[in-house]
T-cell receptor, first 114, second 115 residues
């Protein structure tokens, strides 16, 4: 059974800092991995998707890396801003007989302070 | 702008009531999902659908039921709500499946409280 763990559970940083969010998964046979953002009271927004054959993906100030063999992914946020405050979720996607299946981590709650 | 809509956003009801959470998407996506999320906990897939007239149970056992009569509509129903059903329910859709890249679009969620 795939298990996805995110560390830390919560993080508070001053504005402008670079930070790293961690995601680990127990079964390395994944198809891809996604990072999502969830704002309070709202749904999830997809940030980055990394295919299993890729090592990293970048979008603006966000950079996600994937080390499938060690079961780890990191989300790097450069020059953090208060608007980055949200919960960040990683999800691994595996192929089953019934199609794709996403398993989510519990998330890291990020607060960027002025 | 989200193209997937959930109603109601918030619902507080008494035990034993029948409720339906609505989910509609305007993107023409074939695959749709219902996830359940308790505060501070991970999302759990409770139902999904490959397309019209297709419904499947997810990882987490749920007393809810779903239907998919139209591509754009994937309602979730609880026949008799109980306090243990109190949770947030997130609907999502995706365009591709069966080994293709799958990027999910999520609705804003329906937060259900059963007293």
């Amino acid at each position: 059974k795939q298990e996805v763990t995110q560390i830390p559970a919560a993080l508070s940083v001053p504005e402008g800092e670079n930070l790293v969010l961690n995601c680990s998964f127990t079964d390395s046979a994944i198809y891809n991995l996604q990072w999502f953002r969830q704002d309070p009271g709202k749904g999830l927004t997809s940030l980055l998707l990394i295919q299993s054959s890729q090592r990293e993906q970048t979008s603006g100030r966000l950079n996600a890396s994937l080390d499938k063999s060690s079961g780890r992914s990191t989300l790097y946020i450069a020059a953090s801003q208060p608007g980055d405050s949200a919960t960040y979720l990683c999800a691994v996607n595996i192929l089953t007989g019934g199609g794709n299946k996403l398993t989510f981590g519990t998330g890291t709650q990020l607060k960027v302070e002025l | 702008e989200a193209d997937i809509y959930q109603t109601p956003r918030y619902l507080v009801i008494g035990t034993g009531k029948k409720i339906t959470l609505e989910c509609s998407q305007t993107m023409g996506h074939d695959k749709m999902y219902w996830y359940q999320q308790d505060p501070g906990m991970e999302l759990h897939l409770i139902h999904y659908s490959y397309g019209v007239n297709s419904t499947e149970k997810g990882d987490l056992s749920s007393e809810s039921t779903v239907s998919r009569i139209r591509t754009e509509h994937f309602p979730l129903t609880l026949e008799s709500a109980r306090p243990s059903h109190t949770s947030q329910y997130l609907c999502a859709s995706s365009e591709r499946w069966m080994g293709q890249l799958e990027v999910l679009t999520f609705g804003a969620g329906s937060r259900l409280t059963v007293l």
